[in-house]
């Protein structure tokens, strides 16, 4: 093999995605169906920019279920994290039949890390870094609303450290999300330069997985097309047109992909040649 | 939307992907941690070509498992499943662990079948079509020894009706395999010719992806990248190398994906406009 690594890689795909315009209106019918199969409550993080929102509206949230809006100026800490578990245990609140992230990568990699502790317990910084995470978390959708984090595809959630100051994820299988809803009318209202400063987030994603030592065909794949989608975006007249909002969408879960798929992100061991 | 069909489609991808050159090797260690966690036999499908063959040696069967090669000359006909579901009851087999399907698209297709049916009962004709499986499968994993068919990837598994000489799918979310162990040594022995026309069947999985009606984003994606893998592999110098192994492997299962999650394949709903 001349070049590519071709380690043996375990790849966990998020098992499920819903897509299209207006997809988020499926959720609530997903969340029935969840909570008849695995009865208990929702446990809704969202993003805080998101309050008063048409979307939190959609969210049909129940009297059993509970919403926390989560402060996105800020990469999730370990210590935050910690504290919301902590407030969840001390109101009583049972173990949720689904959590549902909404909102950025900030939200996202919050409600990852939450369901792993909820079902692992102990504090966040025991799971900070490679598979550490010893059962699966409660089941979780994602709801991206805003497109490049590429959290909605990844193994991992960032969180500081708030002792060492050192920012690390929870990389591990159980981390991925369960179920993926990719609807771009949520970036209709984002503003232009986030938009556009995010989406570059996922550009660099798929240009560091083309440009890692871990690559594989299939990394490689993801990465690609993740590149071919933003140009598409970047270089057109209206970047946040209907269709470019899609592609963005699509652009930044291949580039979650890509990581997760090419990268150390995923090996489970190597056998280096 | 000009150019998309934006209908909401609900996708189920593979969960797992295990992949790269000697991964088969993986798969004992897989299937135990599966008997752990969901005690009972596991059931092998294998491509009649294996029998005697290294590939079987390494599946590691044990004496409460159970291993059927599967003639691959024809595609499946519903009377065949129906045989091979009525021999297992008649023997006493009890509900497997795990059904692994080694081979070509004719013995990955029954092994879904089967695994549907040992779980939802009936014959198999009864399930030919439309989301009409009822509760999950029996748990899956595919080990492709052919590249091109997409039956890793897909949401159907194709069966002749022995009554009306039609052939038509298990179309249903619950078809799609669990686990997909993509090993590209297992294809290093197929002959040239066969390596390329069936290759050549991933190649217009992707192109009808393109060319099809009901295309979004993701589906694009999948089959572009699918495409220019096959472009890699076709016109080399050395098509069976071990990179274009493998980069083929990549494009039969983005194949498979492509026509999972743009065509009407993966529907939910259409809301056309």
């Not at 708030?162 to 591990?172: I, P, V």
């Amino acid at each position: 093999m001349t070049i590519l690594d071709t380690g043996i890689k375990n790849i966990r795909n998020v098992s499920r995605c819903t897509l299209g315009e207006g997809s988020l209106a499926e959720l609530p019918r997903l969340l029935l169906r969840r909570k008849q199969e695995h009865p208990g409550p929702v446990l809704f993080f969202a993003d805080q920019f998101l309050e008063g929102s048409d979307s939190i509206k959609k969210l049909n949230i129940g009297p059993a279920d509970k919403l926390i809006f989560v402060a996105s100026a800020h990469e999730p800490s370990t210590d935050g994290i910690d504290a919301i578990v902590a407030g969840l245990h001390a109101t009583g609140f049972q173990k949720p039949s689904c959590i549902v992230g909404i909102g950025g990568g900030t939200t996202m990699d919050t409600a990852k890390a939450v369901a792993n502790l909820l079902t692992n317990g102990g504090k966040a910084e025991e799971y900070q870094g490679w598979d550490l995470v010893k059962v699966p978390g409660v089941y979780k959708i994602a709801v991206p609303t805003i497109s490049g984090t590429g959290a909605e595809a990844t193994r991992t959630c960032v969180m500081t450290n708030t002792r060492t100051g050192l920012k690390l994820g929870m990389n591990s299988d159980f981390t991925t999300y369960d179920h993926v809803i990719m609807d771009p009318s949520l970036t209709a209202t984002v503003p232009k330069n986030q938009y556009f400063y995010t989406g570059v987030d996922s550009y660099f994603h798929s240009m560091e997985v083309l440009a890692g030592s871990y690559r594989n065909v299939i990394g490689d794949a993801f990465a690609r097309e993740g590149l071919t989608l933003c140009r598409e975006v970047f270089l057109s007249n209206d970047m946040m047109s209907d269709d470019n909002r899609e592609r963005l969408m699509i652009a930044s879960y291949f580039g979650g992909c890509a990581i997760a798929t090419s990268s150390t992100g995923s090996c489970i061991h190597f056998r280096r040649g």
